[in-house]
């Protein structure tokens, strides 16, 4: 299995992003896919995760500027970010559910084991 990020960058307060994350040798389709983030000092926390279905789920810090979205044809999970504020700083990662379908409305309590990760991009919000 293997997850590439990319996307990340440096943009002002206020500004946008889209990250992509690819897939291989996996189907996003059947299992519930997310994104965490990790900013400097701090632990890795998550932003949101989509169902094998498409329902998604987000953190408090980030709902409402935050969509995931995914592209199961082609294998490409999404994370658009607007509103962009300093706090959004970080290291972003896709993670791939190793075998749950949901991650259901508990999904910011599984074990970070139960994920394939990819290697991270990197996202910088001035102020």
């Known amino acids: 299995v293997q997850l590439v990020e990319s996307g990340g960058g440096s943009v002002q307060a206020g500004g946008s992003l889209r990250l992509s994350c690819a897939a291989s040798?996996?189907?996003?389709?059947?299992?519930?896919m997310g994104w965490f983030r990790q900013a400097p000092g701090k632990e890795r926390e998550g932003v949101g995760i989509?169902?094998?279905?498409?329902?998604?789920s987000y953190a408090d810090s980030v709902k409402g500027r935050f969509t995931i979205s995914k592209d199961n044809a082609k294998n490409t999970l999404f994370l658009q970010m607007t509103s962009l504020k300093p706090e959004d700083t970080a290291m972003y990662y896709c993670?791939?559910?190793?075998?749950?379908?949901?991650?259901?409305?508990?999904?910011?309590?599984?074990?970070?084991?139960?994920?394939?990760w990819g290697k991270g991009t990197l996202v910088t919000i001035s102020s």
């Open positions: 993670a791939a559910a190793t075998y749950l379908r949901r991650c259901g409305d508990s999904w910011k309590y599984i074990a970070y084991g139960s994920f394939y």
């Open positions: 989509i169902e094998d279905d498409g329902g998604t």
């Open positions: 040798g996996y189907y996003i389709g059947n299992y519930c």
